[in-house]
């Protein structure tokens, strides 16, 4: 496939295409909703972060539980089954006069639910475009997600700011049961792609063999750490310019979209097969200036330089891809996305729990310097095993 207008005549891919932009969409304007609402009832940038990265807390628990299902169910039941759960769930969520015990409880189950739906998104995908199609057809997915971020946050602050945090939620909750209408009607029947009945123990088991080579091992924690602690600075956008969080959530999805159009485009496989260490280095860099507590328009530019970065994940899955066996696709990309989100909610923690004690320019910064340094490191060990003659694949 030369061009993105070839991903169109692959009947089943734009209904993915649509369902998961509408599932970015839900996610975004919720997400923001939730956050201005929490830190407007607390005051805490710590429960701010966590009630719109919290949810990925709960996907390690799904790592090491559901995983072997995304291979082992029907793909068109289980998309559009996950997408009416979160839109029943994010409902909820508007209820008057819900404890915060439980709103958190409501996320924390999205999110454990959320582990599963990545490894059969993304093994789909991997089916209707297979080979060097996937590359192609995922920076188009992420191209996508980025102008739906850049559009759901404007409309979900506008929605915040002249209705209330809880009839934006309820929008979220009609855009996830519109995804829900898309695959189940776009999709076609088909069947799993292994057998065998899920089980937390297959789960365990097939873990433990992606985890076994040290190539993939490398590939998996650069896909994890380094975007994960950089996700861990935007959850302090709230808190630290309250007021114009949207603006910065927006300029970081633009980084971003541009990133996947040079990475997945614009640019030739040999130089794009170089560049994941660059970029990675380059998605941590922007947030050291936090350190200077720039004013929100420089915060704005700093921030979508820094998620051109991003465009690094595009190089980092092919090469998982090549080192995966395809009946362990949407298990292998499923931990990749599991694990991604585990480390973003992570950083989150890390990040509310730091500008609690210092200030959120402050932990931003700390956590850009721990991203770069587990860059180099990774792409030292990488080095190593080149010299030692081991398989050349890393996050480089």
């Known amino acids: 496939m030369r061009g993105y207008q070839s991903l169109f005549r692959t009947r089943e ?4 295409f649509v369902a998961s932009s509408l599932q970015v969409a839900a996610s975004t304007i919720g997400g923001l909703a939730l956050g201005t609402s929490v830190y407007a009832a607390t005051g805490s940038p710590l429960l701010s972060a966590l009630s719109m990265f919290g949810p990925s807390l709960a996907q390690v628990i799904g790592a090491t539980t559901l995983l072997s299902a995304a291979d082992r169910l029907p793909p ?17 969520l508007a209820l008057p006069g819900l404890p915060l015990w439980t709103v958190f409880a409501v996320i924390a189950a999205q999110g454990l639910v959320a582990s599963l739906g990545g490894g059969v998104r993304w093994g789909l995908l991997n089916e209707i475009l297979p080979g060097d199609g996937y590359p192609l057809g995922r920076s188009l997915f992420n191209m996508l997600h980025g102008l739906t971020q850049i559009a759901g946050y404007a409309t979900g602050g506008a ?4 209705l209330s945090p809880a009839v934006t939620l309820l929008v979220s909750a009609a855009l996830y049961a519109a995804a829900a209408l898309c695959t189940a009607l776009g999709l076609s029947r088909r069947a799993p792609r292994a057998t065998g009945r899920p089980s937390v123990a297959e789960t365990w088991r097939t873990n433990a063999l992606l985890w076994s080579s040290a190539p993939r091992r490398r590939l998996f924690l650069g896909l994890w750490i380094p975007n994960g602690l950089v996700v861990g600075c935007e959850s302090l956008f709230v808190a630290y310019a309250p007021d114009r969080a949207g603006l910065l959530f927006a300029c970081a999805a633009l980084g971003m979209l541009v990133g996947d159009v040079t990475v997945g485009r614009l640019l030739p496989p040999r130089v794009r097969d170089r560049l994941a260490t660059p970029l990675l280095l380059l ?14 328009p420089a915060a704005a530019c700093c921030a979508t330089l820094a998620s051109v970065g991003f465009g690094a994940s595009l190089v980092q899955q092919r090469h998982l891809l090549t080192l995966t066996p395809p009946e362990l696709t949407g298990h292998a990309l499923g931990l990749h996305s599991a694990g991604m989100l585990t480390w973003q909610g992570l950083s989150a923690t890390l990040a509310g729990t730091l500008a609690q004690l210092t200030s959120p320019a402050t932990a931003m910064t700390l956590l850009a310097v721990a991203s770069g340094t ?5 792409w030292a060990a990488g080095r190593d095993e080149r010299a030692g003659h081991t398989p050349p694949l890393s996050v480089s």
């Not at 891919?13 to 993915?16: K, N």
């Not at 998605?283 to 929100?296: D, I, K, N, S």
Request: positive net charge; hydrophobic residues 55%.
């Open 76 to 92: 068109r039941a289980t998309t559009t089954g996950l997408a009416v759960v979160f839109a029943a769930s994010t409902a909820s």
């Open 374 to 378: 587990v860059t180099l490191g990774l």
């Open 283 to 296: 998605l941590a860099t922007p947030y050291l200036l936090f350190a200077l507590h720039p004013p929100t």
């Open 13 to 16: 891919f734009t209904p993915l």
């Open 159 to 162: 929605l915040v700011a002249l």
